[in-house]
C-alpha cells in the first residue's frame, strides 16, 4: 500500500473523543496556572525585599509569564487538534 493510505488509516484510528481532549487540556492547564502563580508570587516577594529592585523584576516576572503562557497555548492547540 501507498504512504498515504497508511498515513489516513493510522489517523483515523487514533480518534480521541472531544469530552476527553477537554479533561486532557483541563489538566494540562493546571501546570502553567501553578506556574503563574509562583512566578507572581515570588515577583511579589522580591519587590517587598528589595523595593529598588521592582523594575527589574518586573521584566523578568513578565518574561517568563510569557514562556508559561506558551505552554498553555500549545495545550489548547493540541486540543483542538485531538477534538478534530
Do not use: C, D, H, W
Request: proline share 2%; no cysteine.
Amino acid at each position: 500500500m501507498s504512504n498515504i493510505v497508511l498515513a489516513q488509516q493510522a489517523a483515523e484510528a487514533v480518534s480521541i473523543n472531544k469530552g476527553l481532549a477537554a479533561i486532557g487540556y483541563g489538566l494540562g492547564a493546571i501546570g502553567p496556572g501553578i506556574g503563574v502563580g509562583l512566578i507572581f508570587a515570588a515577583v511579589i516577594n522580591g519587590t517587598a525585599r528589595q523595593p529598588e529592585a521592582q523594575s527589574k523584576l518586573q521584566g523578568i516576572g513578565y518574561a517568563t509569564f510569557v514562556l508559561t503562557e506558551v505552554l498553555a497555548l500549545i495545550g489548547i492547540v493540541i486540543y483542538f487538534i485531538a477534538s478534530a
